[in-house]
């Protein structure tokens, strides 16, 4: 059984254009989550979504980013006009159900904005 | 409010020597709490989970954590520790509540020395 798969490792950018970060959560989970972790820091909560449904979306910024995740394929985290602080780590994470399941965690995608 | 405290950013062990992290937790409901490991330029992996039942956690690798509810304490220890634990160390907070946003501690840095 795979495990969340995230894509690109690794993305850069230049100032004002746009990041697509993708999930595809472990088989047989409905739920994902990102989370985002500036340098030296923890990770902090974005947005949380059933297919075709954001559940919680309090942690996510109010302009340029959005997250979706469509009855089909896998879940993406899209960052529009990138500016520099946006550079970060943005984790994915998905569980089978809700509540007190574990959160299985993807490798990351590391954006740079130079 | 939840909210987690990891009281050192730094600990450094001798190889061999017990491992202590310290973490502190405040949360209105009942808590669930993980420890994740972060190796450089990795995902994040779960090495115990509490979530009500025994106190005393068993995790991978050798760790293990107590939960005290008197202290809001939940500590990862390692009778002895091993070069291959130098990473990054998360205690994280959840809730039985529903609650699925994870809470992250800003982590511990673990340095093995020869």
């Known amino acids: 059984n795979a495990g969340v798969m995230q894509n690109p490792r690794h993305l850069v950018r230049r100032r004002g254009q746009e990041a697509r970060l993708r999930c595809s959560p472990m088989k047989g989970h409905s739920h994902v989550y990102w989370y985002r972790q500036l340098p030296e820091e923890g990770l902090k909560f974005m947005v949380y979504l059933q297919k075709e449904n954001i559940i919680d979306e309090s942690g996510m910024p109010k302009e340029r980013f959005s997250a979706e995740f469509p009855k089909e394929g896998p879940s993406i985290l899209r960052i529009q006009q990138v500016v520099r602080g946006d550079s970060a780590a943005y984790f994915c994470?998905?569980?089978?159900?809700?509540?007190?399941?574990?959160?299985?965690f993807g490798p990351g995608t590391r954006l740079l904005v130079l | 409010a939840q909210s987690v405290t990891q009281l050192d950013s730094h600990v450094s062990v001798s190889e061999g020597t017990p491992v202590l992290l310290r973490c502190n937790y405040s949360s209105s409901y009942s808590p669930s709490l993980f420890w994740y490991v972060q190796h450089p330029n990795k995902g994040l992996q779960l090495l115990l989970k509490y979530t009500s039942a025994a106190t005393l956690v068993k995790g991978i690798n050798g760790f293990e954590a107590e939960f005290k509810k008197s202290e809001t304490s939940f500590h990862l220890t390692k009778p002895s520790a091993h070069m291959s634990d130098a990473a990054e160390y998360f205690c994280?907070?959840?809730?039985?509540?529903?609650?699925?946003?994870?809470?992250f501690g800003t982590g511990t840095r673990l340095t093995i020395i020869p």
């Open positions: 994470a998905s569980s089978p159900k809700s509540g007190v399941e574990t959160q299985y």
């Open positions: 994280v907070l959840g809730s039985n509540f529903g609650n699925e946003k994870l809470t």
